[in-house]
């Protein structure tokens, strides 16, 4: 599923809110515990780092270049 940041911010926002209940356009999601609605961040936070890196906005691995040298004796 493709999340965005008004995704995250209505979470986040729940959260600071203590409300166990999250609107986002015309859906309603209500989760159980404090825990199910931080384990709802972290994937929204997830897929939103997964879409930055799949689409180059956010880099991946660092990439080393090593260089060895010998003067052939």
């Given at each position: 599923?493709?999340?965005?940041?008004a995704h995250l911010a209505a979470l986040e926002q729940a959260l600071a809110r203590g409300e166990s209940r999250v609107r986002f356009?015309?859906?309603m999601v209500e989760?159980?515990?404090v825990e199910e609605l931080k384990?709802?961040?972290r994937e929204v936070k997830r897929g939103l780092f997964?879409?930055?890196?799949?689409s180059g906005?956010?880099?991946?691995?660092p990439r080393q270049i090593r260089v060895t040298t010998s003067k052939g004796l």
């Open positions: 599923m493709a999340y965005t940041e356009e015309d859906k989760y159980r515990s384990a709802a961040i997964e879409q930055a890196r799949d906005l956010w880099p991946g691995a």
